[in-house]
């Protein structure tokens, strides 16, 4: 796609710090990150997000996460990461073209995660089925 940044990036257009390379993904750091190290790996075929991801690299990028995340968990020192990907703007994603984030954790960050909440009487079971109904 012509105006998308991360294609830009796989093109060389837009210069980058790259980490890994293969014929089907592309992985960088973050230029904003939440650790050094944050890494970004993305698909060299454009695509919006998960559910625009391309079937055939599916399997792949399991195998690409696990290299890249061991790698960055190696050169950081951390005690964990964080494996996030953000689908449409509502859930933070800030550039459409899909992308995994491999973030290093710290036991002292202080990051916390997501805050949590309770369901109401009767709202898990409903919200069971209506999700179930349209798998």
């Not at 294609?7 to 257009?13: F, L, N, P, T």
Request: include cysteine; aromatic fraction near 8%.
């Amino acid at each position: 796609m012509k105006d998308c940044l991360f294609c830009k990036i796989i093109a060389g257009e837009i210069p980058s710090s790259k980490v890994y390379e293969d014929k089907d993904f592309y992985a960088f750091l973050d230029i904003r990150p939440i650790h050094p190290g944050h890494t970004l790996i993305i698909p060299k075929k454009h695509c919006n997000d998960l559910m625009d991801f391309p079937k055939a690299n599916e399997s792949n990028i399991m195998e690409v996460l696990k290299k890249v995340g061991k790698a960055v968990l190696s050169a950081t020192g951390a005690d964990g990461f964080n494996l996030g990907m953000n689908n449409g703007k509502a859930s933070g994603q800030e550039v459409m073209h899909a992308h995994f984030h491999i973030i290093p954790r710290f036991k002292e960050d202080k990051l916390g995660t997501w805050p949590r909440k309770k369901y109401e009487e009767g709202q898990m079971e409903e919200m069971q089925k209506r999700i179930s109904d349209k798998v």
